[in-house]
């Protein structure tokens, strides 16, 4: 029998969420004997085949990240968001006080670090931004939620364990983590 094929995305985060998959040590060797990683961070792959889950990390704030969780949501059968900013939208969504523009001119020409003298915003090499940063589910349908900035190791562990047991899980209270 193939094994359940898994596919992840990193958008708009840190990529803690994905760095606590790691953190489940010597336990990924069992999990990737029991599931076949395809496009992931990880992986480097780029493209999404169909798989029987999808894990988002991080919130939409443009649109080739919303096309991304679009397109994830249409290949996998089960989508997890993974980590308060897939969940929530996290501290992307510090940036939904002030228009997209300011955003860009904070970012590109008015922070201490940036040698900008021109002022010049990267317009064509950079996607749009959404009006909003935003959790995942605002896009898309989301099946599991694993908040935590990281989820912590064992949570993640478990949400794969009980996919792989057939059960669509709900992380219990006490193995959630809200730092």
Same mark, same amino acid.
């Given at each position: 029998m193939a094994k359940p094929k898994l596919a992840s995305v990193w958008l708009e985060a840190c990529a803690g969420c994905h760095m606590s998959f790691l953190d489940i040590d010597e336990r990924i060797v069992d999990l990737l004997g029991k599931?076949?990683?395809?496009?992931? =961070?990880?992986?480097?792959?780029?493209?999404f085949p169909e798989v029987e889950v999808g894990v988002i990390e991080g919130a939409l704030g443009n649109e080739e990240e919303l096309h991304l969780a679009k397109e994830l949501r249409e290949r996998c059968k089960i989508l997890i968001a993974w980590g308060d900013?897939?969940?929530?939208?996290?501290?992307?969504?510090?940036?939904?006080?002030? =228009?997209? !523009?300011?955003?860009?001119? !904070?970012?590109?020409?008015?922070?201490?670090s940036t040698v900008n003298p021109d002022g010049v915003l990267p317009r064509q090499d950079l996607p749009a931004l959404l009006p909003q940063a935003i959790p995942v589910d605002r896009a898309v349908k989301v099946d599991v939620y694993v908040p935590g900035c990281p989820p912590d190791a064992d949570t993640i562990y478990y949400v794969f364990s009980e996919i792989l047991e057939g059960r669509i899980p709900t992380v219990p209270t006490d193995i959630m983590r809200y730092d």
């Open positions: 599931v076949e990683l395809t496009a992931t =961070p990880i992986t480097d792959i780029k493209i900013c897939a969940v929530f939208g996290g501290i992307n969504c510090m940036r939904n006080f002030m =228009p997209a !523009e300011q955003v860009l001119k !904070e970012g590109y020409v008015d922070t201490a």
